[in-house]
Nanobody, 124 residues
Framework: QVQLVESGGGLVQAGGSLRLSCAAS????????MGWFRQAPGKEREFVAA????????YYADSVKGRFTISRDNAKNRVYLQMNSLKPEDTAVYYC?????????????????WGQGTQVTVSS
């Protein structure tokens, strides 16, 4: 079992930056691949970024590639999402997710554990 708690969301102007953090508790955090997803009002939850258990490989949705960076610190049981050059269309609730495999997944149903989400609002 892994418990996940996101933080770092907020209100920012377009072009600004935010850094989301996800704190994990439970056993063997380093054995889990991690992902970030987001869900805007009236839309389905969508994949944003993922990272392998070691942090050696990452993958991004085309919509955030070059602007967002996912990273992890296994010693601190944390995963991060650095978001730069934010756009109004990035407004959503952002969720951290974990799956008990070394490789990452691209869809929500590949992840077993979820945080409660943190709101990111980008004003124009």
């Amino acid at each position: 079992q892994v418990q996940l708690v996101e933080s770092g969301g907020g209100l920012v102007q377009a072009g600004g930056s935010l850094r989301l953090s996800c704190a994990a508790s439970g056993r063997s955090f380093s054995a889990y691949a991690m992902g970030w997803f987001r869900q805007a009002p009236g839309k389905e939850r969508e994949f944003v970024a993922a990272i392998t258990w070691s942090g050696g490989s990452t993958y991004y949705a085309d919509s955030v590639k070059g602007r967002f960076t996912i990273s992890r610190d296994n010693a601190k049981n944390r995963v991060y999402l650095q978001m730069n050059s934010l756009k109004p269309e990035d407004t959503a609730v952002y969720y951290c997710a974990a799956r008990p495999y070394t490789s990452y997944g691209y869809t929500a149903n590949e992840y077993n554990y979820w945080g409660q989400g943190t709101q990111v609002t980008v004003s124009s």
